[in-house]
C-alpha cells in the first residue's frame, strides 16, 4: 500500500508561481512512476507531468511544456511540481499519483495507468 498527501495549492494572479508538493508513504520502494494530474469543473481528468523514478525521466503534457517542472527526491518519498507563468486555464483540483506496475510505458500520462492517488489540492489562477 502506497499513501500519498499533496500540499502547495492556493489561490495566485495570473503570470504567478506555485510549487505543490506530494508526500508518499507506505510501501514506496513498489514506485516506478509518480505523477502529477488536475481536473477543473466539468471537465476530464488530465495528465501534466510524470517522473519515471528509476531514472528521474520526465515526460510533460503540451500544455504545460516550458511552465511546470515535476521533480523528486532520491528516496522515492516526495515528488514536486514548480508552475511557473500560471495562467486562468490550469485552475483545477491537482492530483498526485503512484504507478507500481513494473513496465516501461511510452506514454506515462493516462490516469488509468495509475493506482494509487492522493486526494488532491486545489489550485486557483484568477486573471
Known amino acids: 500500500q502506497v499513501q500519498l498527501v499533496e500540499s502547495g495549492g492556493g489561490s495566485v494572479q495570473a503570470g504567478g508561481s506555485l510549487r505543490l508538493s506530494c508526500a508518499a508513504s507506505?510501501?514506496?520502494?513498489?514506485?516506478?512512476?509518480m505523477g502529477w494530474f488536475r481536473q477543473a469543473p466539468g471537465k476530464e481528468r488530465e495528465g501534466v507531468a510524470s517522473v519515471y523514478v528509476d531514472g528521474g525521466i520526465t515526460s510533460y503534457a503540451d500544455s504545460v511544456k516550458g511552465r511546470f517542472i515535476a521533480s523528486q527526491d532520491n528516496s522515492r518519498n516526495a515528488l514536486y511540481l514548480e508552475m511557473n507563468s500560471l495562467k486562468p486555464e490550469d485552475t483545477a483540483m491537482y492530483y498526485c499519483?503512484?504507478?507500481?506496475?513494473?513496465?516501461?510505458?511510452?506514454?506515462?500520462?493516462?490516469?488509468?495507468?495509475?493506482?494509487?492517488w492522493g486526494r488532491g489540492t486545489q489550485v486557483t489562477v484568477s486573471s
Open positions: 499519483a503512484a504507478r507500481t506496475a513494473n513496465r516501461w510505458v511510452e506514454y506515462p500520462l493516462y490516469s488509468s495507468l495509475y493506482n494509487y
Open positions: 507506505g510501501y514506496t520502494d513498489s514506485i516506478y512512476y
